[in-house]
């Protein structure tokens, strides 16, 4: 299944099993669960036009862009930062935009309502909005890697040989 599959369809445990074994990638298949969550549940809540599975939606995503600074804090590989935009309005005060550059794929960002941890972003936004093809094809990448895929099919031939 690709990561494109996975972002588009409901079932939880579909998604799950993805992130699972997106997460024994080490930091880039972490980073690629949160990115990943993050855009599908910013994607999903703006389905919603009110009501408490907007606010879920919205809820989890801080979350996950929490977990994008936890793992991206200490490390010197990957640009990223916050950055205030006072042309995007929470109420009436400016949100906050958490970037990310991932090498080869491209940047991608979210609007906050609130700034969490991390570094003032030293860039500016690329004028795209590709977040969510960047984030699909860096966990493609990752997923159908060959040495992932091999890996995979050996759990699977063991699996079935008991």
């Not at 079932?11 to 990638?25: C, H, I, M, Q, R």
């Not at 004028?127 to 984030?135: E, L, R, T, V, W």
């Amino acid at each position: 299944m690709t990561a494109l599959e996975v972002f588009n369809q409901n079932d939880g445990e579909v998604t799950k099993s993805f992130y699972a074994e997106l997460n024994t990638y080490g930091f880039a298949g972490q980073l690629g669960v949160a990115l990943f969550r993050a855009q599908k549940r910013s994607s999903r809540a703006k389905d919603y036009h009110r009501g408490k599975w907007r606010r879920a939606a919205y809820d989890v995503k801080e979350w996950s862009l929490s977990e994008v600074s936890r793992i991206l804090s200490g490390q010197n590989v990957i640009s990223w930062g916050w950055k205030q935009d006072p042309d995007v309005l929470f109420g009436e005060e400016p949100s906050h935009v958490l970037y990310v550059d991932l090498p080869g794929f491209g940047q991608c960002s979210f609007h906050s309502p609130t700034r969490g941890s991390g570094p003032d972003y030293q860039g500016e936004w690329d004028g795209q909005h590709n977040s969510a093809a960047h984030i699909i094809q860096w966990c493609d990448a990752l997923y159908l890697h060959p040495v992932n895929h091999q890996r995979r099919a050996q759990a699977k031939a063991r699996r079935a040989a008991i």
